[in-house]
Each structure stands twice: as C-alpha cells, then as structure tokens.
C-alpha cells in the first residue's frame, strides 16, 4: 500500500487491514524501516512566472520611488495565543542545597483561553493591534495609512540605521 501511495495514511492502512493504528505504526517503522518526512510543494511553471512577474515589478518600483516605495509597504499578521503562558521548567529552576527540601511545583498549564492577535506594521511603527476573542473574526478594510503613524500602545519601533 505504501508503494502504491506514499501519501497513504495509517488510519488508512488500519482499516484496510482491520488492525489497529498503533499496530500499523509499528509494522511501517520498525519492521518496514520507513519514517515520515515533509515534501515540499511543488510550483507550476505558470506560478514560477507570476512570482518572477511580481518581484519584477517590485525591483522596477524600487528603482524608481527607492526609500519612498519600502515606507509605503504594510504588512501584517495573525496568531492565537494564550491569555498567559506559564514559564518553562528552565525558567523556574533554582539553586537549593543538597539537604534543603525539594521545591513545590504545581503542574501548570498554559491558559485554555486563547485570542487572535491581529497586527500590522510598516518598516518603522506598529500601525494596528487588536485583539479578538474565541468566535470572533477580523474584519479589513483598504485605508491608506495617516502620514505620521500612531504608535502601538507598549510599542517602541527598532532604531533602523540607514545606509
């Protein structure tokens, strides 16, 4: 089956052959000696061009407006997160004396409730953060970005040295 199809699945495999997945993990690794690896995506030929199209275009803009064009990009991006993460085993280590009686640690897990953290920015200051909670969207509109930028709130732009 895995010759036939390298993409098969093991649940796959498991129901062909009314065994469990636990089994037909086994059977794959240990005695086949196959392990999973990630493939790449292949690009089309009409991908490969539409990307050289546009980075063209781009260089062709950047020749012509220079510092003008890159101040005029705004990205941005969005990510769940934790109301709060608990530190790390690494984080919480201490020094204690041989004698001295083990710490307390309570087994702490990181907030079940997450929000989505949307943010934009350009090369110098955040632009937008919001965040929304569990079963909410975000909604974007196109806005041309005010000249000056209002600063993200707790928000300090990198000192970028110019060349």
Known sequence: MIVANRRVKQKDIANA???SKERVHHIITVH???RKVSVPGQLTVEMKAQRKTICTQLLERFTHDGE???RSIITGDESWVHHYDPESKMQSMQYRHK???APKKF?????????????FWDMEVGRLMELHGEGTT???TKAKPSEG???VDGYEPPVLDTV
């Open 68 to 70: 003008r064009f890159l």
């Open 138 to 140: 975000s909604t974007t």
């Open 99 to 101: 004698n001295s009686p």
């Open 32 to 34: 086949l000696g196959y």
């Open 107 to 119: 087994k702490v897990v990181a907030s079940a409730r997450k929000v989505l953290l949307t943010i």
């Open 17 to 19: 052959l009314d065994i």
């Open 149 to 151: 930028g209002e600063k």
